[in-house]
């Protein structure tokens, strides 16, 4: 029996349907990652500097580009700030920027334009203390906090609604026994001042007397307080510096400065507490100059872990396994000198390292083994310290 031509068409169209209702999961799900990939890839790029002779230092301010692709950036504008506008942190909702500045006792707000990127300064507020070189905005958002390496204390300061800084309403002074280096641990020197993956704990990283002192934020009142026990102690004359927590398992990482070295601790969310599983060297065993280990960074995907020394001028791969553990990939040159800063972009592809004393910032490819692949042409801006992206 021959179907009617009204049937031949009821099923061709059901069929169609059919077709285009099984391929639809598909296309959301193929749109929804071109989206997801859109906005992970950075539009602006924000870069801190050291601008003093005390310092070396090249820059003019905080320098603003666009970041068109890896190695291929326009500038497009330098902001006058006040010196060394070094470390650079960004609110939770990137409308607003923050700045240290190194070797005064200062801390700046800047405004963000959505469309262009550019800065509008919102003034500033004491640190209240010597050389400030880090901050973190607290997750609620609300609060800013700021390590001052040479006075050995940790400012809390509130953020208004339009983003400007309030007067610090709380002042931490650090304590502790001085490290055997002479010169480098004379007292308190913290480096970072980061939140846990959690939001619960802070850990400040102590290079001064070879420490990692725990806090708890509380949201409510935007205080910190002293852990129990309050401190973690790391090998003498070691330096921690920065610290990287592990996105999904109780892990974290440790830079060690002074000695060049890379500790994995156990780390436990409900204390804040760091127990010490391994460590590895930053260094190859060839190597006989002088070098200090800098900035730690951790892939989005947490499979790879990169640290920059200064003096080797390199940078070198760890891959982490399934337990968090690391094993050393290698080392490449960061095609300029003494690379104080590295970070990953926000899609995970690619390695940026500001050369400070060379004035470059050169990009890498993350391979799919952790290699790095050097690609794009070196970005010239004075004395980099900090890069910080914008989606």
């Known amino acids: 029996m021959t179907a009617s031509p009204l049937a031949r068409r009821t099923a061709l169209s059901a069929t169609a349907a059919t077709v285009l209702a099984l391929s639809l999961p598909s296309t959301a799900r193929a749109a929804e990652s071109l989206r997801s990939r859109r906005e992970a890839t950075p539009r602006f790029a924000y870069v801190g500097c050291y601008t003093t002779e005390q310092r070396n230092g090249h820059g003019k301010g905080i320098s603003v580009f666009r970041a068109d692709a890896p190695g291929r950036w326009r500038q497009l504008a330098v902001t006058a700030t006040l010196p060394n506008p070094s470390f650079l942190a960004l609110d939770h909702t990137r409308s607003h920027l923050y700045a240290v500045h190194g070797d005064l006792d200062q801390v700046s707000a800047f405004a963000i334009d ?23 905005v607290s997750p609620d958002n609300r609060q800013l906090l700021v390590a001052n390496y040479a006075t050995g204390t940790l400012a809390v300061l509130r953020r208004t ?47 001064g007397t070879d420490l990692v002192h725990g806090f708890a934020y509380a949201p409510r009142t935007g205080r910190l307080s002293a852990t129990t026990p309050p401190t973690n102690t790391v090998r003498s004359g070691a330096g921690p510096r920065h610290i990287r927590f592990h996105p999904r398992l109780p892990v974290a990482y440790v830079v060690d400065e ?3 070295q890379v500790t994995t601790y156990d780390f436990d969310a409900s204390s804040g507490g760091l127990v010490p599983r391994s460590w590895l060297p930053t260094l190859p ?36 396994d399934a337990a968090g553990s690391l094993h050393t990939l290698g080392w490449t040159p960061t095609g300029g000198a003494q690379p104080r800063f590295i970070t990953v972009d926000p899609t995970g592809s690619t390695l940026h390292v500001a050369n400070q004393a060379s004035d470059t910032i050169t990009a890498f490819h993350i391979g799919g083994d952790g290699s790095l692949q050097r690609i794009g042409r070196p970005v010239a801006t004075g004395s980099p310290v900090c890069i910080v992206f914008r989606p």
């Open 258 to 260: 002074l000695n060049s």
């Open 114 to 136: 959505e469309d262009t990127g550019l800065l509008t300064a919102l003034g500033s507020q004491s640190s209240r203390g010597g050389n400030p070189v880090h901050l973190a």
């Open 161 to 207: 609604a339009g983003g400007r800084l309030q007067p610090a309403h709380q002042v931490i002074e650090l304590t502790g026994t001085p490290g055997p280096d002479r010169t480098q641990q004379t007292g308190p020197h913290p480096h970072h001042i980061p939140f846990t993956p959690d939001g619960r704990h802070v850990l400040v990283p102590d290079k």
């Open 285 to 320: 065993p060839s190597f006989t100059g002088n070098s200090t280990a800098a900035e730690i960074q951790l892939t989005p995907d947490a499979r790879f872990l990169y640290v920059s020394n200064r003096g080797h001028d390199s940078v070198v791969g760890f891959r982490a």
